[in-house]
């Protein structure tokens, strides 16, 4: 019911993007147009819950969010429905994320620019971390968990089945949870590195006065409609490696709040630095989708101090301007756009839903 509402709202913006991109209705009625457009862009049609609020995909996942805030306790739970569900997408959209790195080569870009230095130590440093996580916990760890749950009830007695059992769960963990999540985490941060390097080198073509502002606007909308189909592919993937990355900070954090629930130091520190190394994924990810909006906003001041073009083109170039002024922005599922406001908002929603749920919890009194 509430997608179907949502979808009301994302059909409207559609016309208005429809009025900015149809230079052939624009000179026939160039005022009664721009009354189309800036009727178009202001008000939209959206369909609301009694006025109050409107009907959007945010508004779906706020309410689902407020229910489990105060229904599921427990994080592990969450974290594999979002595990399960983010390999089930992955699976479904594995050939048109193939595609994507297609799409992004057809957009002009200046590679001699590019500093992929940083990408490759990321990269390195992931499976490096990957690697001494799952070692350290091997080879120092001397109880195991019981994983007769896994097996209906069936316990092993002797102690090298129990610890070859445990290894090969462990194993299976990391191939099919955290090293799916960790390779889109880095897959979306070189993504979104590439698209800003695409915008940049569309912010460079603007000084040049043989630069015709139609040639300018039909970019900048490719550019646009082929970042807004990434986005849309990429969305569930985002918001489920979202999810798992908070309920990896909330159960770590919970354990380093309450030592005592762990027996041997070294998964503790297991624990801690796979909480640093999901907490700096997370901040890397987010910050290179980020970087896309701060990208975006340089093309509408651009612009707007770029007088010798205006002059040429007046109808184009204020198209130009008015299409920019929404810029190019990466969005979670297009619930709300990828902004550095939303890294700490997420941090800090961690932090304090950790805060409280470790106070409300009895155990750690006994």
């Known amino acids: 019911m509430t997608i179907s509402a949502s979808m009301v709202a994302e059909a409207s913006s559609e016309v208005h993007l429809k009025s900015l991109l149809s230079p052939q209705i624009s000179e026939n009625s160039p005022l009664s147009y721009q009354r189309l457009i800036m009727y178009a862009d202001k008000d939209g049609v ?12 945010k508004f779906i996942f706020g309410i689902l969010g407020m229910s489990f805030t105060y229904t599921l306790l427990f994080y592990v739970l969450i974290l594999t429905v979002a595990i399960s569900i983010h390999r089930t997408v992955l699976s479904v959209k594995i050939n048109k994320l193939k595609n994507i790195v297609n799409l992004l080569n057809q957009l002009k870009v200046d590679k001699k620019h590019m500093n992929l230095l940083w990408l490759k130590i990321l990269l390195y440093v992931s499976i490096f971390t990957q690697i001494f996580l799952t070692v350290l916990k091997f080879a120092f760890t001397t109880e195991y968990q019981d994983v007769s749950d896994y097996f209906f009830g069936y316990e092993f007695s002797d102690d090298l089945y129990k610890r070859i059992t445990y290894i090969l769960m462990e194993v299976f963990c990391h191939l099919f949870q955290t090293l799916s999540v960790t390779a889109f985490a880095i897959f979306y941060t070189t993504m979104c590195y590439h698209i800003k390097c695409i915008i940049n080198y569309f912010v460079g073509t603007f000084p040049s006065k043989n630069t015709s502002s139609e040639i300018l606007l039909n970019s900048y909308a490719l550019i646009k409609k082929c970042v807004g189909e990434i986005d849309k592919e990429v969305g569930p993937l985002v ?84 299409y920019a002024e929404d810029g190019v922005i990466m969005t979670v599922w297009g619930i709300t756009p990828m902004r550095k406001n939303f890294i700490f908002g997420i941090l800090g929603i961690s932090f304090t839903y950790t805060l409280l749920f470790y106070n409300l919890n009895p155990v750690k009194y006994n």
């Not at 900070?249 to 503790?268: A, G, N, Q, R, S």
């Open 46 to 57: 959206i369909m609301t819950v009694w006025g109050i609020t409107p009907m959007k995909k």
């Open 239 to 322: 918001f489920t490696t979202i999810i798992y990355n908070c309920c990896i900070m909330c159960i770590t954090l919970y354990t380093v709040f309450d030592p005592k629930m762990i027996k041997e130091p070294v998964l503790l520190l297991q624990m801690s630095c796979h909480l640093i190394f999901t907490l700096v994924l997370f901040i890397i990810m987010t910050i290179s989708a980020s970087m896309v909006a701060d990208s975006s906003s340089e093309v509408r001041l651009k612009s707007l101090l770029t007088p010798q073009i205006a002059e040429n083109s007046t109808l184009s170039y204020q198209r130009l301007i008015m």
